[in-house]
Nanobody
Framework: QVQLVESGGGLVQAGGSLRLSCAASGGTFSTYVMGWFRQGPGKDREFVAGIGWSNDNNYYADSVKGRFTISRDNPKNTVYLQMNSLKPEDTAVYYC??????????????????WGQGTQVTVSS
């Protein structure tokens, strides 16, 4: 199983930007579909964005479409989440996850077998 470590979280004002990174080790990174999920205060964890084996296949939750961009750098074993125009409702712990589902572009948490420890993003109003 691949191991994942997120970084880049922090405190930002509404309208600001942050870029999250997720470094992978212990697996063949380019064969994993990668995803970002988040869990806000008192909420269930939810899908945010996913990316296939290359940067050509990205997909997003409606709540972040047009504001967030997921990308990956396979030689660096890293996936990114660029977050622009942040809103207070984006406040959450953000998790990186990896799926070995044969390239299936999935949003289902059960399809992701490896998870990072999470990084806190707080957006102040």
């Amino acid at each position: 199983q691949v191991q994942l470590v997120e970084s880049g979280g922090g405190l930002v004002q509404a309208g600001g930007s942050l870029r999250l990174s997720c470094a992978a080790s212990g697996g063949t990174f380019s064969t994993y579909v990668m995803g970002w999920f988040r869990q806000g205060p008192g909420k269930d964890r939810e899908f945010v964005a996913g990316i296939g084996w290359s940067n050509d296949n990205n997909y997003y939750a409606d709540s972040v479409k047009g504001r967030f961009t997921i990308s990956r750098d396979n030689p660096k074993n890293t996936v990114y989440l660029q977050m622009n125009s942040l809103k207070p409702e984006d406040t959450a712990v953000y998790y990186c996850a990896a799926s070995r589902g044969g390239g299936l572009l999935t949003r289902r948490q059960a399809n992701f077998g490896s998870w990072g420890q999470g990084t806190q993003v707080t957006v102040s109003s």
